[in-house]
């Protein structure tokens, strides 16, 4: 450590130190500045996005109830613009809207879109639970038991277990769909979920 022996030493000093460090220091400076004012600007942004999109989805979602081309052609855009969790939403709303078509095909196509885009693992169990359904009514037995796979939880095993009954049971597995449907009722599953499943067993019998 330095020992000054009076206060011109000191100033002496703080003068030498500012000229040897003085641009580093005022290069820090500035780069500090420079890394608050742009982490300011980057939060405003992501705020600012966030509203926007939200906005947008609002508007896509409720436009698509009146059912126009146009109207459609809108929400695809938009999820397919948006790699978030308002784009996956709006892929869920388009893949019901095709389902409700019969055009099975464009709603699994719109499921993985929003699974793409959402890293929310629970929206993503939704998703990907939809997407299985589709698959099944789709007679890819194979495909919606692979896709159930992915789905993790306990919260998710009944309905997991259901599907996966169905996709058995579609592949004319009987036995391994009862096995589902019975592990089901032992899980944690609601009593209506429940109550299904055990008449899906009950009809196994008939």
């Not at 508007?59 to 809108?74: F, Y």
């Not at 397919?80 to 308002?86: E, H, I, V």
């Not at 449907?181 to 008939?206: F, T």
Request: zero cysteines; glycine letters at 6%.
């Amino acid at each position: 450590m330095e020992i000054y022996e009076n206060e011109n030493d000191q100033v002496e000093a703080i003068k030498r130190f500012f000229a040897e460090n003085g641009k580093a220091l005022a290069v820090g400076v500035i780069l500090g500045v420079g890394a608050l004012v742009g982490w300011r600007y980057w939060n405003n942004h992501q705020i600012e996005s966030a509203r926007s999109a939200s906005l947008s989805y609002q508007t896509v979602v409720s436009s698509l109830s009146a059912g126009k081309a146009e109207d459609l052609s809108a929400a695809e855009k938009f999820a397919a613009d948006n790699k978030n969790t308002y784009g996956a939403l709006a892929s869920m709303e388009l893949a019901q809207q095709f389902v409700d078509q019969n055009q099975l095909e464009k709603a699994a196509a719109q499921l993985q879109q929003g699974l793409a885009a959402t890293s929310d693992e629970n929206l993503n169990a939704v998703i990907t639970l939809r997407l299985a359904r589709v698959q099944i009514q789709l007679k890819q037995a194979d495909t919606a038991l692979k896709t159930l796979e992915s789905v993790k939880g306990e919260g998710w095993a009944a309905i997991v277990a259901d599907l996966r009954g169905e996709a058995l049971l579609s592949k004319g597995d009987k036995q391994g769909a009862r096995s589902a449907w019975e592990a089901g009722v032992k899980s944690n599953a609601s009593p209506a979920l429940s109550e299904m499943m055990q008449m899906k067993i009950n009809n196994l019998s008939i």
